[in-house]
């Protein structure tokens, strides 16, 4: 009966916002990003402040969070994410000079590849830890500011039950 609530009030929601809804991901990786272009781009906390500031008036944003590490900026959102929207989510992060690095994912991709950073798959150091911690702040951050809701924190609860298991897959290994 939730489900089937749940599913109507999406719909309702779509129907007056516009677009369909799902979750999204652009981000940058140092991995894939030359150092000099990547540090110029990666935010301070400060930094990473007004940028969620700009980012919570964007219209078709509606939930969103900003993992910010030392090699990855990554926006996590729930949106109707269509060229123009993601065009100027770009622009905010300032992902310009690095416009050739920049990756996306939509739908259960999103799911992948959060689980793949959060446990540590992407990262210098597999199954590094102190990523988990940086990701359940930048959640933590989102949904203090209102700007996380249910959908991402599905996503958040899915990505470290995932992590989880992959971590123990290779402690066990």
Not at 55 to 62: C, R
Request: glycine residues 6%; contains cysteine.
């Amino acid at each position: 009966a939730w489900a089937a609530l749940d599913e109507r009030l999406e719909e309702i929601v779509r129907l007056v916002l516009g677009g369909e809804r799902k979750l999204a991901l652009i981000g940058v990786d140092l991995r894939d990003a030359p150092v000099d272009a990547f540090e110029r781009i990666r935010p301070d906390r400060e930094s990473a402040d007004r940028l969620r500031d700009h980012l919570a008036n964007l219209a078709g944003l509606e939930e969103f969070a900003l993992l910010v590490t030392c090699n990855r900026v990554e926006l996590y959102a729930w949106a109707a994410l269509d060229e123009r929207l993601e065009e100027i989510v770009r622009l905010v992060l300032g992902f310009g000079p690095l416009a050739d690095h920049v990756y996306r994912a939509t739908g259960d991709a999103v799911i992948e590849h959060a689980a793949n950073v959060v446990s540590g798959h992407l990262s210098e150091m597999t199954c590094e830890t102190p990523i988990v911690r940086q990701w359940k702040e930048a959640y933590q951050a989102a949904f203090e500011r209102h700007e996380a809701g249910v959908h991402l924190q599905r996503l958040h609860d899915r990505v470290l039950v995932v992590a989880k298991k992959v971590r123990a897959f290779h402690r066990d290994a």
